[in-house]
């Protein structure tokens, strides 16, 4: 039976499927320890190139992470996105042990779960806390922002790039908004942090933005490494 073409247009699917995997290790982990957690898996599993997000022959992958490596509450945290999460679902029994330097730590427990979730445009704003630092700057919006006088213009230049940030998740993730994101960054401070050995200016504190994000993904730049992860606060009275 054919379709009629005055039916209604497919409904919009938006959801991401996610896994978080959370290895208990012999001693609490330090925020910045992460990337190593990452370098020792993407070696571990070199043949999987969304543990390292590199090609084959070590070009890199530009698109929104999909696994990360974090640091919460002092234990490590992988948080698989879409193809991550069926990556991490078939590796996590064999995550038994990781390195820190010269530092061998033996996993003592891993505890897994995987859901989905809707990622859209709401029609009010959600409280959103950066976990670890936001790094929302290039060097290029570096001297920009550097160069902005007045506080408020420099609240309104993060939202505006953290809007851009959601807007490059979706893209990547094949999420489509079909109405306009709003930000309010006006309770973030800055703070120096340090990316490959090099100080950075990185963002912590609370915001809000009309989207319906997933806990424990990252934002901004260097996501996989741990940057960048928010979590929603319960709501405000």
């Known amino acids: 039976m054919l379709q009629s073409i005055h039916e209604h247009p497919p409904q919009i699917d938006n959801r991401i499927s996610i896994a978080e995997c959370r290895l208990r290790l012999p001693r609490p982990l330090r925020m910045g320890e992460a990337p190593a ?18 090609e084959p022959d070590g070009a890199p992958i530009y698109q929104y992470p999909r696994v990360q490596f974090k640091v919460i509450d002092s234990m490590a945290l992988m948080v698989g996105i879409n193809e991550g999460s069926e990556l991490l679902q078939r590796l996590w029994f064999n995550l038994d042990e990781t390195r820190i330097g010269d530092e061998r730590l033996i996993v003592l427990e891993t505890q897994f779960e995987s859901h989905s979730r809707s990622v859209e445009v709401t029609a009010e704003p ?42 490059s998740l979706g893209k990547s993730l094949g999420i489509r908004f079909t109405d306009r994101i709003i930000a309010d960054c006006s309770r973030l401070a800055a703070m120096q942090t340090t990316l490959k050995g090099r100080s950075m200016l990185g963002f912590f504190g609370v915001f809000t933005i009309n989207v319906s994000l997933p806990n424990y993904i990252g934002l901004g730049k260097s996501v996989s490494r741990g940057f960048g992860t928010i979590c929603q606060l319960a709501t405000e009275k």
């Open 37 to 54: 957690i990452r370098g020792y898996f993407g070696r571990k599993f070199e043949d999987e190139v969304f543990m390292h997000n590199h």
């Open 126 to 167: 959600i409280t959103f806390r950066f976990a670890t630092p936001w790094i929302a700057l290039n060097q290029q919006n570096h001297r920009d922002f550097t160069g902005i006088q007045h506080s408020a213009e420099r609240k309104a230049e993060l939202a505006r790039i953290l809007v851009g940030n959601c807007l």
